[in-house]
T-cell receptor, first 117, second 110 residues
Framework: NAGVMQNPRHLVRRRGQEARLRCSPM?????VYWYRQLPEEGLKFMVY????????ESGMPKERFSAEFPKEGPSILRIQQVVRGDSAAYFC???????????????FGEGSWLTVV | TQLLEQSPQFLSIQEGENLTVYCNSS?????LQWYRQEPGEGPVLLVT?????EVKKLKRLTFQFGDARKDSSLHITAAQPGDTGLYLC??????????FGKGTRLHILP
């Protein structure tokens, strides 16, 4: 997990507020994935981005959720008007995708735990 | 939708026993990864397998990728309490999207 930095680690929001989760990929990694994990479940794909480009957002809910990975700075997963069902662990992962041998390996951050009260 | 099915979902065994967990799909993946996740932490990469039929060993853990690159297994020899955790398999598609199974929750009893 070394290198992929996520913050905050824990976030509490009231229903209707906004949540912003940040992810800085490993040095040299140009691609970022966001996954959501509900208690006792596996990881569910949300979105896959490279800098300034969303490659695949097929796992993102149509409303309230958005993600970006700007040219400078971390990737941001934004959840507007949070509801209790948004409570989950959100994991970011990064990959280099510039070396064929490591093309399909991703490395995870420690996660951000969102609690909506 | 490509799915990765992991089995068993839960496994509780005594220290010193051997075990195998499985990851199956009807789809072909360009590679497959195994991760272990402990409570409150992110998944940690254990291994990546790329070639059909490939076998990789990591101390007491043996990983195999099926010949058709649709399935994989993880065998643990002489399990120890430190092996306790959630084991996740993840398949990488050609478009670089990586999908996960729901995991096998392993508990090793001392």
């Amino acid at each position: 997990n070394a290198g992929v930095m996520q913050n905050p680690r824990h976030l509490v929001r009231r229903r209707g507020q906004e949540a912003r989760l940040r992810c800085s990929p490993m040095k040299g990694h140009s691609h970022v994935y966001w996954y959501r994990q509900l208690p006792e479940e596996g990881l569910k794909f949300m979105v896959y981005l490279q800098k300034e480009n969303i490659i695949d957002e097929s796992g993102m809910p149509k409303e309230r959720f958005s993600a970006e990975f700007p040219k400078e700075g971390p990737s941001i997963l934004r959840i507007q008007q949070v509801v209790r069902g948004d409570s989950a662990a959100y994991f970011c992962a990064s990959s280099p995708l510039d070396r064929p041998a490591q093309r399909n390996t991703i490395y995870f951050g420690e996660g951000s735990w969102l609690t909506v009260v | 939708t490509q799915l990765l099915e992991q089995s068993p979902q839960f496994l509780s065994i005594q220290e010193g026993e051997n075990l195998t967990v499985y990851c199956n799909s009807s789809s072909v993946f360009s590679s497959l990864q195994w991760y272990r996740q402990e409570p409150g932490e992110g998944p940690v990469l254990l291994v990546t397998v790329v070639t059909g039929g490939e076998v990789k060993k990591l101390k007491r853990l043996t990983f195999q990728f099926g010949d058709a690159r649709k399935d994989s297994s993880l065998h643990i020899t002489a399990a120890q309490p430190g092996d306790t955790g959630l084991y996740l398999c993840a398949g990488a598609r050609r478009d670089d999207k990586i999908i996960f199974g729901k995991g096998t929750r392993l508990h090793i009893l001392p």
